[in-house]
Nanobody, 123 residues
Framework: VQLQAFGGGLVQPGGSLRLSCAVS????????IGWFRQAPGKEREGVSC????????DYADSVKGRFTISRDNTKNTVYLQMNSLKPEDTAVYYC?????????????????WGQGTQLTVSS
């Protein structure tokens, strides 16, 4: 299983950006893809998650109403649309996968981490 996050960059506060997570090699019948982020000196925290079977989603309270997770099964890609970005959203963003249904809290439930992508929100 390989996941690769990309699409990060420098954005002004209030701006928008879309991250992509390219997924390959998944053979699980049911799985979830989660977006996580890690700022310098902080633990990796969950941002959003989507279940493959029914498309149900989950969000961290800090991003609800601003971020939207979606998937394109034809492209094996999961997206994270980020709007109304704030400086505190600055972090390296990673995507991870887990087998089964559900979006448990905690990065320890996910794996197959690829390289992250840096998002910097600054004026």
């Amino acid at each position: 299983v390989q996941l690769q996050a990309f699409g990060g960059g420098l954005v002004q506060p209030g701006g928008s950006l879309r991250l992509s997570c390219a997924v390959s090699g998944l053979t699980y019948h049911y799985y979830a893809i989660g977006w996580f982020r890690q700022a310098p000196g902080k633990e990796r925290e969950g941002v959003s998650c989507i279940n493959s079977s029914d498309g149900s989603t989950d969000y961290a309270d800090s991003v609800k109403g601003r971020f939207t997770i979606s998937r394109d099964n034809t492209k094996n890609t999961v997206y994270l649309q980020m709007n109304s970005l704030k400086p505190e959203d600055t972090a390296v963003y990673y995507c991870g996968a887990r087998s089964g249904y559900g979006c448990p809290k905690g990065s320890r439930f996910f794996g197959s981490w690829g390289q992250g992508t840096q998002l910097t929100v600054s004026s």
